[in-house]
């Protein structure tokens, strides 16, 4: 469904991604790990449109994708729930739910119930402003609104990240379900090794800007990759 080939990203006269080769396929999901700083969440950025990527290509089901904005690169099926959520905290959480409805046709504008069924606390809280919700919350309703998109990818930027416990547990049998419904490839970028490892059937371990280790589950013990994203 995705692949990267001689990726490359600067910001100003700094190289911080150094010719990135990715693939992540349709029902599985790619996990990309490393410390802080190695550029997982820039190599999101510039797959996404979010950064225009410097050189190399990026291919999504077939089809070899030009340096397109953001809003063009959805519209093909990419989906992001970005690092820090973004949601738009005066707006509702319906409202929050409907700006995805700019990627669709006016025929599709509509939540599908089966948001609601993946996360029952949106439909409770569908009225409250986006503000107002935990950050756990937040995630469920940044997640429910990248999937109305419909994408044929879906990129996860630190969905743990500050969340309590059990909204973890919540979200990962959400991106299993996700996984085995077997309708997208899904790429996650990850710090918390053991949601991460759990998850993933593919990995892509990063340091300063480069892939240093890829492979599958099978490919990859729990002790090799543990020791390749520890200082």
Do not use: W
């Not at 970028?189 to 800007?209: C, I, K, N, P, S």
């Amino acid at each position: 469904m995705l692949k990267t080939r001689d990726l490359t990203l600067h910001y100003g006269h700094s190289r911080i991604l150094n010719g990135i080769d990715l693939q992540a396929s349709t029902g599985e999901i790619t996990c990309v790990m490393g410390m802080n700083g190695v550029g997982k969440t820039s190599l999101i950025r510039a797959i996404c449109g979010r950064h225009p990527r410097s050189g190399g290509e990026v291919e999504l089901d077939g089809e070899t994708l030009g340096v397109l904005p953001a809003h063009a690169l959805a519209q093909k099926g990419m989906a992001l729930v970005p690092q820090g959520r973004e949601i738009f905290p005066l707006l509702t959480v319906r409202e929050n739910m409907e700006t995805a409805f700019a990627c669709l046709s006016k025929g599709e504008h509509e939540v599908p119930e089966a948001m609601f069924e993946l996360f029952p606390v949106l439909k409770e809280m569908q009225n409250r402003r986006g503000g107002d919700l935990s950050g756990g919350q937040q995630q469920q309703l940044a997640i429910a609104r990248a999937l109305i998109t419909r994408p044929k990818l879906l990129l996860l930027d630190e969905p743990t990240e500050g969340i309590q416990p059990n909204i973890i547990q919540q979200i990962g049998e959400v991106i299993k379900m996700l996984r085995d419904e077997g309708k997208m490839a899904i790429v996650l970028v990850e710090q918390y090794f053991d949601f991460a490892y759990t998850l993933a059937d593919r990995f892509f371990v990063m340091r300063r800007g480069e892939v240093t280790m890829s492979g599958t589950k099978d490919d990859l013990s729990r002790e090799v990759l543990l020791e390749s994203v520890s200082v």
